[in-house]
């Protein structure tokens, strides 16, 4: 069988050696190093050819890729490497890391064009200057194709594994029969829609109740698929950690139930830096952290033990390798490596990755770029899918905060480099003429400030060049409003109708105005416009520009959720692609199941919310007295759960109850819902859409209702008064795409935490006299029944 391996992936396999090296220096952008490519080719003389495709082969090994540039009068090959800042302060272990891909492509150049020899140069092109620093060796083909045998070989038992180990996984895909004997209703419809999306190679956006095993009836399909679709990976992305861990619990269940065969499947789960850091106090390089020290010596060691492959390439571990935090952490401290940066270097060789959304649909997201750079044919599930449009929102947009620029003025750098310090002192001076511009406290802007993006370009320019000449004096409040500005910049270049430019003054807490949560409140007062700063924004209010060409550049993509109604809004937001399908799969419950009413006598608009809290009160009490046991009450914000879970207490003091709070630690969130037990009894008051809203389960006695206060809709602000416009301007529907679908949605998900399985009982009270409207009714779930 043949094994296809791009030249740089093969030289970072077998030529990458000495310290992780995590040191931030300046490093040109995509746009830039293209651009530097073009400069150096456009200096060439007439028939020199750039991007030159090579290949070549040594026993089962195809070996490809593009040469930076092929002189063919000079018989030379150029390999062009752009930078900022200082060459000569260029790490060892990357020059060799260049010069190993120079010969590789030298001796590949070497034998298409039948030249005994060839000049190699290492073209080092400065971004800032635009000058070139250049580098040569003459090589023999001879000698050439001598290294080119010596890199394959290294790579070829790897290669091999890697070979076998695929073929023995498709085998046993291809036989995997589903782990619990029948699907459960539902789950067959949905595990059909996400098989023949996978083998059609669309994109599946998929509403599917609670209950009948959502993450097995995604998985198991997309992996049977596997083989026949020559898929290279699945990545489950997850917005939460319980996401994650329900995928690695399938996969492990599978693994079992396939038992006594094996299922040769290569688990990895990624999770955050700051979780996997075992030195959260030194910084990612070898003179501070131990585990960088030498990594790239040890990770071929620690790399093969995690896998489960012997020094010949071969694997006598046939089954499932959990390749869990855990698992990765232990083999990483046996071999001396960073285990964070282990499981980033795994990535490349596992089957299944589950991870956080941000790996995949982020900016700079690892699995995206390995995908790009290893044209992988991927598969992507994406679990509990309505929480993209706000964490897509979260990725594309960008802020720049008063104080950040304020403390990077303060800075020792800044006190100390005077260019630094003109440069940061111009963005101060054309951001405080915006504010003396801004009248109100919260602005629009047709477009990002000519002034200010000048400045902020030339502070970027400045500071790059500061940090490539000063690499060791690291600075982080001067680093982390560099990070701020380069983001805002890349979003300013970015900006279109997707985005709003706006300009927020500091709030005073007597007036609400934030985000809807009730958790930003704040009024913008004449003294505060007048002393204040603002805070700068590109905002996104639709991400689909930004996800549609991740979701384009899988082989397929199944998006599902218990709540995607209606689906327009979420295929106009996300960016599905238009040959996208949609499947809603029918709940495995009954109405007789589910007692909803409605609490007509009840409003919870705004101006009502201090006279519904006595009606609330005696609703509550009254349900809890007739069917005593656990339930969750649930509230727009912290402030209206207090006041109605104050009022509660004082009326009926013996009623038990206990209550979310603001920024509550994970281990809080458990003990929270470890009351919730089978013979326990009390009322839980959460906020819609927070921890306790989604993605918990507590099945038979552990729930048996809820109450749901408002409608869930965001408050009416400035802001969202501003995605309202841009939204009716784009999709015509400003109110249902910015208030009404998002506050439903939140809704929905919350009563959800009632019915669990086909035999759970439940009541939910939808206390607002709004859910009599038959426009809102049409957004609730059909088997409700209302
Ligand atoms: S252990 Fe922590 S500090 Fe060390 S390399 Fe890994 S992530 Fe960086």
């Known amino acids: 069988m043949t094994y296809t391996v791009a030249v740089r992936e093969l030289c970072e396999f077998t030529a990458k050696q000495g310290d992780l090296d995590l040191r931030f220096t300046p490093a040109p952008t995509a746009l830039e190093g293209i651009a530097g490519h073009g400069v150096v080719a456009s200096r060439k003389a007439p028939g020199y050819r750039a991007e030159v495709p090579l290949a070549g082969r040594y026993k089962t090994l195809q070996v490809r890729g593009r040469a930076d540039g092929v002189d063919p009068a000079l018989q030379r090959l150029d390999e062009v490497k752009t930078f900022k800042g200082r060459l000569d302060r260029q790490p060892a272990s990357h020059r060799h890391l260049h010069w ?3 010969r590789i492509y030298g001796w590949l150049v070497c034998q298409q064009e039948t030249w005994s020899h060839v000049d190699l140069a290492l073209v ?14 003459r090589h023999s083909a001879a000698a050439l194709l001598q290294h080119f045998e010596a890199q394959c070989e290294r790579f070829l038992a790897w290669a091999e594994a890697q070979s076998a180990h695929r073929a023995a996984r498709d085998a046993a895909l291809t036989a995997l029969t589903f782990p619990f004997g029948d699907f459960r209703a539902g789950q067959r419809a949905l595990a059909q829609a996400v098989y023949r999306a996978t083998t059609s190679g669309r994109c599946l956006l998929a509403q599917a109740p609670t209950g009948i095993g959502k993450t097995m009836g995604t998985l198991f399909p997309v992996l049977k698929a596997a083989p026949a679709q020559r898929l290279d990976k699945v990545f489950f992305l997850a917005a ?28 990895l789960e990624l999770v955050a830096r700051d979780k996997a850091c075992e030195h959260p106090d030194k910084a990612c390089h070898g ?4 585990l960088a020290q030498g990594f790239y010596d040890r990770l071929p060691a620690a790399r093969a033990a995690a896998l489960h492959i012997t020094g010949t390439g071969t694997s006598p571990h046939t089954g499932l390798v959990a390749l869990h935090q855990a698992q990765v952490r232990e083999t990483a401290l046996a071999h001396q490596v960073c285990p964070y940066y282990l499981s980033q270097e795994l990535a490349r060789w596992a089957d299944v990755v589950v991870g956080d959304y941000n790996y995949y649909f982020d900016m700079g997201g690892l699995l995206a770029g390995l995908t790009q750079a290893n044209q992988w044919r ?6 509990e899918a309505h929480n993209l449009v706000e964490r897509g929102r979260k990725m594309y947009t960008a802020e720049l905060r008063p104080e950040s620029l304020a403390q990077a003025r303060k800075s020792p750098t800044a006190r100390g480099y005077p260019a630094v310090k003109k440069a940061l002192d111009k963005v101060r001076r054309h951001w405080a003429a915006l504010n003396k511009a801004q009248t109100c406290a919260y602005a629009v802007l047709e477009t990002f400030p000519d002034k200010l993006l000048a400045a902020l370009q030339q502070c970027g320019g400045t500071l790059s060049d500061h940090f490539a000449e000063h690499p060791i004096e690291p600075d982080a409040a001067l680093q982390s409003f560099y990070f701020d500005a380069l983001h805002m910049l890349r979003m300013a270049e970015l900006l279109d109708d997707h985005s709003l430019v706006d300009l927020t003054l500091p709030a005073t807490p007597s007036r609400p105005y934030g985000n809807g949560s009730g958790s930003n409140s704040g009024t913008i007062t004449n003294a505060s416009i007048k002393g204040g700063a603002s805070t700068l924004c590109v905002r996104n209010v639709v991400p689909a520009p930004f996800l549609r060409p991740r979701m384009l550049a899988a082989h397929t993509c199944t998006l599902f959720s218990a709540t995607l109604q209606p689906a327009p809004y979420y295929a106009d937001l996300l960016g599905l692609p238009e040959t996208h399908v949609w499947v809603d799969v029918p709940a495995p419950f009954k109405a007789a199941q589910l007692q909803v009413s409605v609490a007509r006598h009840i409003s919870t608009r705004y101006p009502h919310r201090k006279a519904s809290l006595g009606p609330i009160v005696e609703l509550m009490a009254s349900q809890f007295n007739t069917r005593p046991g656990n339930y969750l009450a649930f509230f727009s914000s912290y402030d209206y759960l207090q006041q109605v879970a104050d009022l509660l207490e004082q009326r ?21 819902l470890a009351r919730f037990t089978d013979t326990s009894q009390s009322i839980g008051f959460a906020v819609l859409g927070g921890a306790f809203a989604e993605g918990i389960d507590l099945p038979g006695q552990r729930l048996i209702g809820a109450f749901l206060s408002t409608l869930g809709l965001p408050q009416i602000n400035p802001v969202n008064e501003q995605i309202r416009r841009r939204m009716q301007a784009m999709f015509g529907a400003g109110y249902d795409y910015t208030y009404l679908y998002p506050g439903l949605q939140k809704v929905v998900q919350a009563a959800g935490r009632v019915i669990r399985t086909p035999q759970d009982q439940g009541v939910v009270h939808l206390m607002d006299d709004r859910y009599g409207q038959a426009q809102i009714r049409a957004l609730l779930p059909a088997w409700w029944g209302l």
């Open 100 to 102: 190993a891909q120079a």
């Open 287 to 290: 003179a501070s952290c131990p």
């Open 652 to 672: 009926y003091p013996q009623l038990p109850q206990c209550r979310q709070s603001r920024r509550m630690l994970e281990a809080e969130q458990r003990q929270f």
């Open 124 to 137: 080092y092109f400065d971004i800032g200057t635009q000058q070139e620093t250049v580098f040569t060796e």
């Open 240 to 267: 939460k950690t319980s996401g994650r861990q329900t995928a690695l619990d399938a996969l492990a269940r599978l693994d079992e139930a396939n038992a006594p065969l094996p299922l040769p499947l290569r688990v």
């Open 378 to 383: 991927v598969a992507l599930l994406v679990d």
